[in-house]
């Protein structure tokens, strides 16, 4: 399967956006308000979703050679599991009482080293299994 850059990166920034800002609309349902207090309209959304698109769109970018044609099962498996960690998170920091921009700053930076750190572990891991095979 060939993919390229410019597409990839554009899911990746798509895929982001539709997990932050979806989770914030299924939150409205369920609760009846959103985590930021301007609504879907607040820029911590964008953070939020800059904060799990970059490091993959890094990843997207600096993978070249041998590692090149596994860049999609790389990023595959680091979406599904910025997914599960994210909707636990984002409930969790919906329950809490009183969040403030401190609280949020914390959130968007352990996503971020979350997340570069699940690209990380997937690209050892398909790599290196990939690598030993042939």
Known sequence: MKESKTIL?????????IL???MALVVKL???????????????????TLAIA?????YILIANG???KNIFEVITF??????TLFVPVYLTSVSAVV???LVLQN???????TVVILIGTMHFAINNNKLTKV
């Open 9 to 17: 990166i554009g899911a990746s920034l798509i895929l982001s956006a």
């Open 20 to 22: 932050v800002y979806g």
């Open 30 to 48: 369920l609760k009846g308000f959103f985590l930021l207090e301007y609504g879907l309209l607040d820029i911590g959304y964008i953070f939020l």
């Open 54 to 58: 970059v490091p993959i769109i890094l």
């Open 66 to 68: 041998k590692y090149k």
């Open 78 to 83: 680091s979406g599904i599991f910025s997914l």
């Open 99 to 101: 969040l403030d921009r």
């Open 107 to 113: 959130l968007i930076v352990i996503l971020l080293i």
